[in-house]
């Protein structure tokens, strides 16, 4: 049976290998980690490496309590065998977007056994979304929480109809794996669903005492799991680490974020981007359409994947600190159902002409701001290396767009790869140009390497403002950086006079980076490498807040 099933969809892992291969390998070779987020984590997992510390996280010798550390262990799992490097941390992610590639579609047969194209489609669907393309390749914690999430779904599902033991553990292991990989957020996307069961579940055979029992062994399972790290590790780092790990960061993202406080409404108007090209293509409008009928059909797959989306939207609008990826755990379910609307339209309404009109003007209009960029500057305030972006890129976009409008496909499976294809291309080719174009902006390897050298030679140096961890790992540093603010640098600078001093410039103050010893591009700032003598004599007042703007 389980031969059949690979030959059945041979082709379809097929179409998902390759586009998925393409989303790993082209950014692997093409970038490097992005300051501040990836730095950042990559740099945690660096020092508990070389700290031989596996239990409590750090950051610039600092306890980090804003993560757990599953992700950091997966990094550690892969240096244990391949030897320190770069390459590693940054297919994670990528390997477990193959993984929920896989789970969607078991999914898929789960809820629809009768309709194989939707397992065969939701995943290539899926992959190309905007969102799930960048993410694919980025070292962060979400891909992995996703992947936790569609195995808690597979787990509620197959719960759902079996009333199975085992369905009922692997949703713990789901639960208390997600909780190591991102907190207890794993639970605002499988907990709602499971609890409004009675709303989409059609094939129960037991009760509903059971199913809840069942739900909340579960949890506790989970809660077991997690506890079996976060108890130790709080023991270990200390009463604020354990206030911080236990209450004070899950409390305060979900009253009054520190970080990424935005409106009730901030998601909605970014849905178009983050599941661009799908959102704007017109069958999915004529499938949303028949919604309402198949809800009131009481289509279990269709009640369960719409539940699930918007639940999990809601919850994340009335969390106080919101940031899009924090919906890429979501995105399997808009892909099973947008993928279910399609199969069950009619022949002559899953195609017509200008259907793709709409995505392909987007990917047109980004194509002539790439050609156009290079004479924003200096016009504009656009950073410098905007002059630097390659014409080519753009005239790529515009033939993809072309393409997109013209060439009539009349099978639906064709034309959904096409729209995949062309939607994966353009999530490379944007953001890699820019980067490209950035260079050193956005590469910290050199600067990283530079202040090594200082560190090595014993150099008395401190990084002014708030520091991310950004060149530890690049540089492999093996100390922490002194970190001063506007209320700590005039005593460290009269203490170490011959030191130096690591600031960022912004466009008002950039003359004065000329005298700085090394200086390098930095996102929108430039930062540089200043002798504090210099600095002290000079007498220039700073905020730690904007440095040296």
């Avoid at 919101?322 to 279910?340: D, E, I, N, R």
């Avoid at 009619?346 to 290079?374: F, S």
């Avoid at 060439?407 to 953001?431: A, D, E």
């Avoid at 540093?477 to 700590?488: A, C, H, Q, S």
């Amino acid at each position: 049976m389980f031969n059949t099933q690979i030959d059945k969809y041979q082709k379809t892992w097929l179409y998902w290998n390759s586009l998925w291969l393409l989303l790993v390998l082209i950014p692997l070779f093409s970038r490097t980690f992005l300051q501040i987020d990836e730095t950042r984590y990559v740099t945690v997992a660096w020092e508990m490496w070389i700290g031989g510390e596996w239990l409590v996280p750090s950051l610039n010798g600092e306890l980090y309590h804003h993560k757990p550390p599953l992700l950091f262990w997966l990094m550690h799992l892969g240096w244990a065998v391949f030897g320190v490097n770069e390459w590693w941390p940054r297919i994670i992610p990528g390997l477990f977007s193959l993984g929920s590639l896989w789970l969607t579609a078991l999914l898929a047969r789960q809820l629809w056994p009768q309709q194989p194209q939707i397992a065969q489609w939701a995943p290539l669907i899926l992959l190309s979304s905007l969102l799930w393309s960048l993410f694919t390749s980025a070292t962060m914690f979400d891909m992995v929480l996703a992947f936790f999430t569609l195995l808690g779904m597979v787990a509620i599902v197959h719960a759902g109809h079996k009333n199975e033991l085992k369905a009922y553990g692997l949703l713990g292991v789901a639960i208390g794996l997600g909780i190591l990989t991102k907190g207890p957020v794993i639970l605002l996307h499988l907990l709602p669903v499971a609890l409004f069961a009675p709303w989409w579940q059609r094939a129960r055979q037991f009760s509903w005492r059971s199913w809840y029992l069942g739900l909340l062994g579960s949890t506790l399972l989970g809660a077991l799991i997690a506890l079996a790290w976060a108890i130790p590790a709080g023991l270990a780092g200390g009463s604020e680490f354990r206030q911080a790990l236990f209450w004070g960061q899950t409390a305060n993202r979900i009253v009054n974020s520190f970080a990424h406080n935005h409106p009730l409404w901030w998601y909605l108007p970014l849905l178009p981007v983050a599941l661009f090209p799908w959102l704007l293509w017109l069958p999915f409008w004529r499938g949303l359409l028949q919604l309402p009928q198949h809800l009131n059909d009481r289509e279990e797959g269709v009640r369960f994947c719409f539940l699930w989306l918007i639940l999990a939207l809601i919850a994340f609008s009335l969390i106080s600190g919101k940031q899009l990826h924090y919906l890429l755990p979501t995105l399997p379910a808009f892909a099973l159902l947008m993928t279910y609307l399609i199969v069950k339209l009619p022949i002559e309404k899953q195609q017509r002409r200008w259907d793709t009109l709409l995505p392909a003007l987007v990917i047109m209009m980004m194509g002539i701001l790439l050609i156009m960029a290079p004479h924003l500057y200096p016009k504009l305030r656009v950073p410098i290396w905007v002059s630097q972006i390659s014409a080519l890129p753009g005239i790529i976009l515009i033939i993809l767009s072309g393409i997109l409008i013209t060439w009539k496909i009349s099978q639906v499976k064709l034309r959904l790869l096409l729209i995949s294809v062309i939607g994966i291309l353009f999530s490379l080719i944007l953001p890699l140009t820019i980067i490209r174009a950035a260079g050193p902006a956005y590469d910290l390897h050199e600067i990283s390497q530079h202040i090594s050298t200082l560190q090595r030679r014993g150099e008395k140096f401190a990084h002014f403002g708030d520091y991310h961890g950004q060149y530890q790992f690049l540089g492999r540093l093996k100390k922490p950086l002194t970190v001063v603010d506007e209320y700590t640098i005039c005593p460290w600078l009269a203490q170490h006079p011959q030191g130096q001093l690591i600031v960022y410039f912004s466009s008002s103050y950039k003359k004065l980076s000329q005298y700085a010893n090394y200086v390098q591009a930095y996102r929108s700032k430039v930062v540089g490498i200043i002798d504090a003598q210099f600095l002290y004599g000079a007498c220039i007042i700073v905020n730690a807040r904007n440095p040296i703007k």
